[in-house]
């Protein structure tokens, strides 16, 4: 995939990054309500700084340190790109891609347990877990830090929401944004971590697109209600196609609607994007099934893979921020 440009900041947002306040407490990753804006803007600049990184071939300045990667549940994007930042960045990587089958839990080990062993032998952990507190339950134990990389069926995904906000940052100003977020929004891991960080933005409005029984939990909402954030409940996407800034498009899987019918009336191809803003732009985390067409990845509004790329760069800035405060691995806990 060609690498995206680097294309300079609008200058508001660069006037955001110079005055943002430096070293914040973030010792763990659980969940997007974690960042404040100073703490996106001093990520979003390390992840700017991560792209000519990249483009040179890496750097060797964390070459001593090792990240693991603990999976208990499938992942292409979000595992690689992670195991390919900690590369990038010079360091090394232990990674079980099947950790419920492969690891000592198959013989009834906690995860607290092996959260106790895995953060001796390691200076960060990653970790999608089945379980909706997995994330939580390591960091309470955990000597390193953690990084929730997707929890349970309906918790968080919050550095695929980082690397999300990125990607509509590097276009435009996040002030002032419209966006519809469709799909499955009640288990959307995604959905749900974007919609905290959007709210943490000026005179944004979002549209929660979705069938009325897959609807946005009454946790975010009250959420927004709290915190002032403007916000809509919508089940119809004709209604927004054509208002918003951007279109964050996600799955749903079939299961869930009572036909096909109810899939097609939330998908997204070359016939609805006519409808869209000419400068709207599409965003998916991925997968995709039927929901985004084939179609439309030609389009110049299309950003998902990008996106996607978006994710080694948000990545690698993020590892170095939680290393970069932490004495390496290898004193014993007792
Ligand atoms: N977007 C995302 O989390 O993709 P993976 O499941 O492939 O990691």
Redesign the pocket.
Known sequence: MPKPTVMPLPPTQAKAVESAPRREALRHVIESQQFTVPLLMELFERSRGMEHVVARGGTLDYQNRIMTALFYA??????LSFEAAMHRLGGRVLSTENAGAFSSEIEGEQVEDSIRIISGYSDVIVIRHTEEDGARRAAEVSLVPVIN??DGNGGQ?PT?ALLDLYTIYRQRPLDGLSVAIIGELDRGR?ARSLAYLLAKFDRVKMFFVSPPQLQMKPDILEYLDEHGVRYELESDIDRVIGEVDVVYQTRIRPERVRDMDGLRRYAIDSKVVQRMKPDALILH???RTVELDKSVDADPRAMYFRQAMNGLYVRMALLTMLLDKEPAAGSAWW
Not at 74 to 79: C, D, G, H, L, N
């Open positions: 499938p992942s292409t994007r979000t595992r990389a997707g995904h695929q995604t985390p991925l997968p």
